[in-house]
């Protein structure tokens, strides 16, 4: 176990930050952020959200040896907004966090569709990232922050999201939810809920990457919104959930572990945001991709096992502190 110094980080930012902005694109667009990341043919496979000049996003694959730079990034959309026959596409395609199915072969796109109704949750399975098939909406409006667990449980698939409650004042929330095909879900559940009041995740909650299996657990890395007189601040933190039943929380964090301090992540299209939407594990070392303020892509890493050792230690779960 590596044991994490008093004060010191758990995340190191890259000091090359950030690894991709607009102008590193093929094309003219508004910003490149939010990129699901997974290692494919032993690279690093960025599906980056990119935002056009109209405010429309789309995705696009990037790829590289070292999954820190030499990015070589394709010249045309590989998942581009098709609202003549996905209406639920008509403001664009964001946020994709992707799954690999080994039981499949295949990888899992979990993305927001952004409709005339609101956001919503839409799926797409690729084999190679060039050709994708679309299962269109399976989540109504207004949904997001969501992604597919890579295996089944009891026989269902099981996936993470964000209903946000047309009820104003209860709080948007993290739930899971169950599937046998994984286009008609049910067996919804709140998962974690956004704390209230002063707290760093106190109203608003979300899955940031994909649920990561763990020898302790499934691993979450979560957003939490705070509301302040200066807008809103996007900060990170970690739960972990049982391997067998998923619907059990074992631990959440008390403190958040990954806050908005350089310039690329406090000044941009939307100031003070961190929203990592991919992260690749090899040996001990984390690699977590993450959107800076809506405008660029940046990268930072961790130790696995320091992660889930402060976790242990921070877990508000077996503090004796009334939350609510
Ligand atoms: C969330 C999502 C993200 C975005 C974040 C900050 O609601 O829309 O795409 O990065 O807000 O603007």
Known sequence: MVSIKKFEDLFKRYEGNPII??????????????????????????LMRVEDRRGISHLTVARSVDGIGNWRIESSPALAPEPKSHPEEIWGIEDPRITRIDELGLWVVVYTAYSRGGPLVA????????????????????????????????????????PVSV??????????????????????NILLRARKGAWWDANKIGL??????????????????????GGCLYRLGLALLDLEDPTKVVA???????????????TGDVDKVVFPCGWIVE???IRLYYGGADKCIALAT???????????????????????
């Not at 607009?22 to 690279?43: G, Q």
């Not at 940031?208 to 499934?218: A, I, V």
């Open 252 to 266: 959440r964090s008390d403190e958040w572990v990954f806050s908005p301090e350089e310039a690329y992540e406090t």
């Open 167 to 188: 009820f104003t004042g209860m709080g948007a929330h993290i739930w899971i939810s169950f599937s046998p095909d994984m286009k008609h879900w049910g067996g919804h």
């Open 21 to 46: 902005q607009a102008s590193d694109l093929p094309y003219r667009a508004n910003s490149v952020f939010n990129a699901a990341a997974v290692a494919v043919d032993n690279e690093t496979l960025l």
């Open 208 to 229: 940031s990457p994909p649920p990561l299996r763990t020898e302790r657990g499934w691993l979450l890395l979560y957003h939490g919104v705070r509301m302040t007189s």
């Open 123 to 162: 799926l797409a399975t690729t084999e190679d990232f060039k050709t994708f098939r679309r299962m269109g909406a399976v989540m109504p409006p207004e949904d997001k922050d969501a992604a597919l667990f890579p295996v089944r449980f009891g026989g269902r698939w099981a996936m993470i999201h964000r």
């Open 302 to 324: 961790a130790s696995l096992s320091g992660l889930l050792e402060w976790l242990e230690s921070h877990n508000q779960l077996n503090q004796d502190i009334i939350v609510e």
């Open 283 to 285: 040996g001990d070392t």
